[in-house]
């Protein structure tokens, strides 16, 4: 099944005094919406991974619903990808632990209410990985609260997962070693600057 991923910042997405759990959507911080969901000429931005719904439930059901060094490569495919995608932009400087939620691609509410999908390359180094990126365009008044209510439900439901910054090194590291075709168009001073290794 076809997924789209999003990195949240988790500890945006609160009750408006601040406390947690999140128990009501009409009780979530505004933090969570001018924070964490950034939008540019009316999209947000996702990746796109192709994953099995017994793939997905391995992931959730990790211990604290987190992938740390021992567990890292078992991995879905796709979900490396993408992960590796959404860690490596331009002007990344650090890595850190990432949360993750997904929603399906192919969501019935989305057409219904005038929500695209439209291709547009991701900001990544790697330029192999530019296509895996997609925005939910068209975002308005009254269809953004739609999108919003989609990710409140991944966290509430635990449709979601952490991968710690180590994680994150690793399986960008093991991305570069394994695409040569890839590591030439990658300035030396960005590597330097995650300290990937390069020789």
């Known amino acids: 099944m076809q997924y789209l991923i999003r990195k949240i910042t988790k500890s945006k997405w609160k009750n408006s005094d601040g406390s947690q759990p999140l128990t009501k959507l009409e009780h979530l911080s ?6 964490c969901l950034f939008t540019q000429d009316s999209s947000l931005s ?6 099995t719904d017994t793939e997905l439930d391995e992931l959730i059901r990790l211990p604290k619903r987190t992938v740390d060094l021992n567990t890292v490569d078992n991995l879905p495919k796709d979900i490396l990808k993408v992960l590796v995608a959404l860690s490596t932009g331009e ?5 850190t632990p990432t949360d993750i939620v997904f929603l399906k691609k192919e969501e019935p509410i989305f057409l219904e209410h005038n929500i695209h999908l439209r291709q547009k ?3 990544t180094v790697f330029q192999n990985l530019k296509s895996l990126h997609l925005d939910l365009s068209n975002l308005n008044y009254e269809n953004f609260p739609i999108v919003v209510e989609k990710i409140f439900n991944c966290i509430n439901d635990g449709n979601m997962f ?8 690793s399986i960008v590291q093991n991305y ?3 695409n040569k075709e890839e590591q030439s168009s990658i300035p030396v001073e960005w590597l330097k600057e995650l300290e990937l290794d390069f020789q």
Do not use: C, M, P
């Open 176 to 178: 570069f070693n394994e």
């Open 121 to 123: 390359d991701g900001n």
């Open 91 to 95: 002007k990344v400087t650090r890595f």
């Open 46 to 51: 996702f990746w796109e991974a192709t994953i």
């Open 162 to 169: 952490r991968i710690t910054a180590s994680g994150i090194k």
């Open 30 to 35: 505004s933090d969570a919406l001018t924070r």
